[in-house]
């Protein structure tokens, strides 16, 4: 299979990494949002996020947000951003799932183009989180 971010938890490809244990590696974005954007990414190959077992999920996020507040200490960021995206129609480019963490400024001048819409009805926004509820009740 041909995957880069496999290839560098492999060491296969060059990354400027900032964090590394058994389940995850941490690297530099080689191109990024802001300077210091960083990818957590699963060392196994999954896809989805959803398909990352749960230790190694809890510790993308833990990590992420480890980074999150190295970027608020050492790089004067004010705060940060996590994103993933998860399918093609998401804007997931990288086949291998992963976290873009993201130091944060005021004047950085990044924008998420974040619209708003409405629902329909109260009974269309009851109807969705029920679709939701049913689905992922344990
Ligand atoms: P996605 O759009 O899939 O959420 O994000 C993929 C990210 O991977 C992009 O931000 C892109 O800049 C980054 N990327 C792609 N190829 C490489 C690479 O070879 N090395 C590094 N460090 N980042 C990469
Ligand atoms: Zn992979």
Redesign the pocket.
Known sequence: MDC??C??AEGK????KVYEDELILA???????CKG?V?VIPKEHHQSIASVPEATAGRMTRIAARIGIAFKRELDADGFNF???DGAC??????HA?I?VVPRNPEDGFHWNWRQLKYASEDETKAIAEKIKQRIKG
């Open positions: 880069i971010f290839g560098i490809i060059p990354c400027v690297f530099l974005d080689i191109a990024p949002i954007h990818l994103h993933l995206s998401a804007g997931q480019v990288v086949m992963h873009h």
